[in-house]
């Protein structure tokens, strides 16, 4: 048998549309990481929160698609910063990464991920809500269809990331944020309200996590238990692309989201959720720093 | 404090005197005292007590080993259940299909968890911190997928009617009698772990903890410790896990080792206190009763184990045990000061 | 140090000795254990049905005089959960009779554990064949069991959809079995090989990668074996990536439960499937129970899982006021032993089932699957208010699948 092309196409495209959503909800988390220190292991319950946002403000109040998208970002903003404030706060003000707090940051978001299911499972249940959102037909290319909202879905993740690139090189809030992310005490010391930007970085990811939620919410409907896979992957994207890289986050999803597919295609489909953590763990063995070269921190 | 100290005195005093006799005397005497108890909790319950307490010795042999990992190599690893699930799938496999009794299977189990520790461990003298604890939850999951999707290995049916051990006759069919093989090895696995962490390797793994880079200067081979970190915690784990495997009524299912397991692992260790020699221990039996308790409360049981984990690692990072501990040191100073003003030596 | 432990046992032994004093068995009181998922909404409203039913039976004033009481558990679909769950049940509450659980792969493990502490035990709804096969003489199942619905499928597929199907069958224990057991039904029935088949993750997500390949094998039909929420979606998918409604979906017998029409919307108009009842069923008594069902839970169409966790509960009710019970603190055994053969000797028992349901004594699957009617429901519009129709209805023989 010939070795078909055309599908092969399809098995990339298909990598590609959700490598992106992969790649937002990662770059939230290296943002987290490169700011912070830390790695939020909640960030997943986050981006279900979020799809669940975008869900009441699409389904009950009525709001057009674009602007419920809008409102869950914000309103996951707004979850992130109050949890950063309440309780991460207290944690990570005794530093992250490597030390004794930054086990205890872990342990605390692994906490927080199974008080934010819960709460999520005991407001909307645990049943999958289907999400509609009519966009119309799906593009035909040949024999290749693709849903519209997979296509928006890229279109989104290209606006956020370099919105979000805008904001950190061109803006003067941004250069503060950057400033904090490299050195806390110093920052401080320059007269930069630190705290202030700790919460923003937090806000911000957690606000790309909300948009990855509301997008897909349309395609694989909303469900409590959605965010632990998509954790997973995203932290595999995330490491793939360099921990604490912007740009290698979104490319690091892209590769995931490809590896997946291609292994799902030719390999064996059953194993298909292994095939992340295999890429993770290849990446951590050869190339720790990941593919765009971020010095892995040790903090000893 | 004083009636605390009233009580726990003569305790103390009576472990220091039969400690004199031998090391393993005061070991001994717990394990001649707990070896009736299903009779007691039978006796006074129901069976039902005493399939709590199996399961307690279980969680006990898994937080032990996370314990020596986590809180006295300082690494932090979330695959524990992986390697729990290793020792788990591979015991029963071997009983399964090759017929071999218990006393084999248990032991090669526990060696192929000990072999895929190695493979976890490797990446571990490389990686620290998040990076390490995302490995390890990679391979965690990875795990439990792959028990999933396998059909040698039960997949989505779980391996049913696994064998249960025999000795000369007497088989370890109901909870009473399982209960016999399990205190015996969660007593010979909390002693071996007082003996690692008392020995030079013990300190070792503290010293790596406290301070890596200090610790290789003064000539402690980092990456050989932290590897045997992890094996011995993946010893353990297989160890848990095999006897988990063969417990009545003999059936594992990949939905037993997914993240919730380490979940509750964690609270545990957290708990009982991160490093403190009892912690896991502690940390186990709490957790299991007030699970037991909670058990008609469903909907809310997340969100109690949850809360309690963030609040722990908020306001009580150390555990119990770090409460245990702060009140043997303040003893300590108490009992040096009197000591100084009664003029005694 | 060791100190410190042994307090802590103490400390652990009073805390569970005012636990023990709070149940003390009364006398006169039928005890009913319940272990089932309690996480989806379904389950829920349908552990609640459970509920309601037995106050019902006790306000009417229970059976025979005596009351039931039961306790519900939530073994959210966990083995370990479930053993835990029975186990409690079994020595603590001492219930005469375990009902449990919803998911095969808690059933499995809980058959051993009533085998030995020989307790009655009646399963709501696993279909799993091999929970029978096990020859315990405690266990009795109301639902069908998975070897039948793939008899009845694959002749149906093989008379009038065709014979290139193509098998997507999710991990769970449920869907597996109910694929398996297809595609040796396909062979053995029309010998024929699956055109396709995929095994994929038990909450998979995205299908898009089988749908591709499935449209490039040109099938007569797709079967999607997968619980609920997972079936919905690659439904759903199987549209987006172009598959043609001429290409019949065939689902496994929870794509009966209502999350299948309501989340895949259109996408589930046409999926047939093999379950145990259809709301659209005509008799009396179905009529009465869906209006039940709609006033009391608001359940537009119940699916399976309702009509037997009911029959179930009057079976039980039946069974219950057959048994010669003492009921007093020495007669535990003999009245669990009387409650299992009064459920033995249950035959033709007309209820929601499509057919009678009937056991019988020896420890057989032929004797304790004791439903073997189902029916074949295809839906005919999708979404919150679904509609189905039945398309045939078939009882098997005893010992069909074995």
């Not at chain 1, 249940?125 to 966009?135: K, M, N, R, S, Y």
């Not at chain 3, 079976?315 to 009921?327: C, Q, S, T, W």
Request: charged letters at 15%.
């Amino acid at each position: 048998m010939d070795f078909d092309f055309s599908s092969l196409f399809a098995f990339i495209l298909f990598g590609l549309t959700i490598g992106v959503v992969y790649g937002i909800v990662a770059l939230g988390i290296s943002l987290i990481y490169s700011g912070l220190d830390i790695v939020h292991f909640a960030h997943g319950e986050i981006y279900m929160f979020g799809a669940f946002f975008g869900l009441v403000f699409s389904e009950q109040v009525g709001v057009p698609y674009p602007l419920a998208l809008l409102s869950a970002m914000i309103c996951a903003g707004v979850l992130g910063i109050v949890i950063e404030r309440v309780f991460y706060r207290r944690l990570t003000r005794a530093g992250g990464g490597y030390t004794v707090a930054g086990m205890g940051m872990i342990i605390c978001g692994f906490g927080m991920s199974v008080v934010l299911q819960n709460i999520a499972f005991l407001i909307w249940g645990a049943d999958a809500e289907p999400f509609h959102v009519d966009l119309g037909e799906p593009y035909q290319f040949g024999d290749i269809s693709l849903p519209k909202s997979y296509a928006l879905t890229a279109v989104m993740a290209l606006f956020l990331m370099a919105a979000l690139h805008f904001f950190l090189v061109r803006t003067k809030l941004g250069l503060a944020v950057r400033a904090v992310a490299h050195n806390k005490d110093i920052a401080f010391l320059m007269g930069i309200n630190v705290p202030l930007m700790i919460s923003l970085i937090f806000g911000l990811a957690c606000a790309l996590a909300a948009a990855a939620g509301t997008l897909i919410g349309p395609m694989q409907s909303v469900q409590v238990e959605m965010g632990y896979l998509m954790l997973m992957k995203a932290f595999a994207a995330a490491v793939v692309g360099g921990f604490g890289s912007l740009p290698g986050a979104i490319v690091g999803g892209l590769l995931v989201g490809i590896f997946e597919n291609l292994g799902a295609a030719y390999i064996s489909p059953s194993h298909k959720d292994i095939y992340a953590f295999l890429l993770l763990i290849l990446v951590l063995m050869i190339k720790p720093s990941g593919l765009f070269g971020v010095e892995a921190r040790v903090k000893a | 404090m004083t009636v605390a100290t009233a009580i726990v005195r003569p305790f103390t005093q009576a472990v220091g005197k039969l400690s004199a006799v031998h090391r393993l005397a005061p070991w001994l005497l717990v394990y001649l005292l707990l070896l009736p108890l299903p009779y007691v909790l039978s006796g006074l319950f129901n069976d039902y007590y005493v399939y709590l307490a199996n399961r307690i010795c279980i969680f006990i042999l898994l937080t032990v080993g996370l314990n020596i990992v986590k809180g006295f190599c300082g690494q932090v690893t979330i695959g524990h259940v992986g390697l729990y699930a290793i020792g788990a799938v591979s015991s029963a496999l071997v009983s399964l299909h090759l017929g071999a009794p218990f006393w084999v299977s248990f032991p090669i189990g526990v060696l192929v968890a000990g072999v895929a520790g190695i493979i976890v461990g490797l990446p571990s003298v490389r990686l620290e911190g998040a990076y390490l604890a995302l490995a390890t939850l990679g391979l965690g999951e990875s795990v439990r997928i792959m028990i999933a999707v396998t059909p040698l290995f039960g997949s989505s049916t779980g391996l049913i009617g696994i064998p249960t051990p025999e000795i000369g006759g007497f088989v370890f069919d109901s909870f009473e009698r399982y209960y016999y093989l399990l205190i015996t090895a969660t007593m010979i696995g909390i002693y071996l772990s007082f003996s690692i962490l008392r020995s030079a390797t013990g300190r070792a793994f503290m010293a790596i903890r406290e301070d890596t880079i200090a610790a290789s200067v003064h000539g402690i081979n980092v990456p050989q410790y932290k590897l045997l970190a992890f094996v011995i915690s993946a010893l353990y784990a297989g160890a848990a896990g095999a006897l988990f495997a063969h417990m009545p009524p003999g059936y594992i299912h990949h939905n037993n080792f997914t993240i919730i397991e380490m979940v509750t692992l964690l609270l545990m260790v957290v708990l009982g206190g991160i490093g403190h020699i009892w912690g896991g221990v502690i940390g186990a039996i709490i957790v299991t009763i007030i699970y037991d308790q909670t058990l008609e409360f469903y909907f809310y049981q997340p969100l109690l184990f949850g809360l309690s984990m963030v609040i722990l690692v908020m306001f009580m990072p150390r555990g119990i045990g770090g409460v245990i501990d702060r009140y043997f040191v303040t003893r300590r100073f108490i009992g040096a000061r009197e000591g100084k003003t009664d003029g005694a030596p | 140090m060791t100190a410190t432990k042994n307090r802590l046992i103490a400390a652990g032994l009073a805390a569970s000795l005012v636990a023990g004093m709070a149940t003390v068995a009364a006398a006169g009181e039928i005890r009913v254990g319940i272990t089932m998922r309690m996480i989806s909404e379904n389950g829920q409203k349908y552990g609640q049905m459970v509920m309601d039913e037995i106050d019902m039976i006790n306000k009417a004033g229970g059976i025979n005089g005596n009351t039931i009481n039961a306790t519900l558990l939530n073994d959210e679909c966990k083995s370990d959960k479930g053993v835990a769950n029975a186990t409690k049940l079994i020595f603590q509450e001492k219930v005469h009779l375990l009902i449990g659980s919803t998911c095969s792969s808690v059933s499995l493990p809980i058959v051993d554990v009533t085998a030995k502490a020989e307790v009655p035990q009646i399963i709501p709804h696993s279909t799993n064949a091999k929970i029978t096969q096990k020859g315990s003489a405690w266990v009795f199942r109301v639902p069908v069991s998975g070897r039948y619905y793939a008899g009845v499928n694959a002749k149906y597929v093989g008379e009038n959809i065709g014979k290139k199907i193509a098998y997507l069958c999710a991990a769970d224990a449920a869907s597996q079995n109910d694929c398996e057991a297809m595609q040796s039904q396909m062979k053995s029935q029309h010998g024929v090989e699956p055109a396709y088949a995929a095994q994929v993750q038990e909450k998979e997500v995205d299908f898009r990668t089988h749908m591709q390949k499935i449209k490039t094998a040109n099938v007569d039909g797709i079967m999607i074996a997968a619980l609920a929420e997972t079936m919905a979606r690659a439904l759903t998918q199987s549209y987006e990536a172009g598959i043609p409604a001429s290409v019949r979906r065939i689902g496994s017998s929870s794509a009966s439960n209502s999350p299948v029409p309501s989340i895949a919307g259109d996408a589930a108009k046409g999926v047939f499937f093999a379950a145990a009842y259809a709301a659209a069923d005509r008799r009396p008594i179905a009529r009465l129970f869906n209006e039940m069902v709609r006033k009391r839970y608001n359940i537009n169409a119940p699916d399976h899982d309702f009509s037997q966790a009911y029959d179930l509960i009057r079976i039980v009710e039946l069974a219950l006021g057959r048994a010669d019970l003492k009921l007093d603190s020495g007669s535990l055994a003999a009245d669990r032993t009387a409650i299992r053969d009064a459920i033995a000797s249950v035959e033709n028992y007309q209820g929601l089932a499509s057919g009678p349901i009937s056991f019988c004594a020896a420890p057989t699957p032929q004797c304790r699957d004791g439903n073997r009617t189902a029916v074949l429901i295809a839906y005919t519009k999708g979404g919150e208010n679904y509609v189905t129709e039945v398309l045939a209805r078939v009882t098997m023989p005893a010992d069909f699948g074995l």
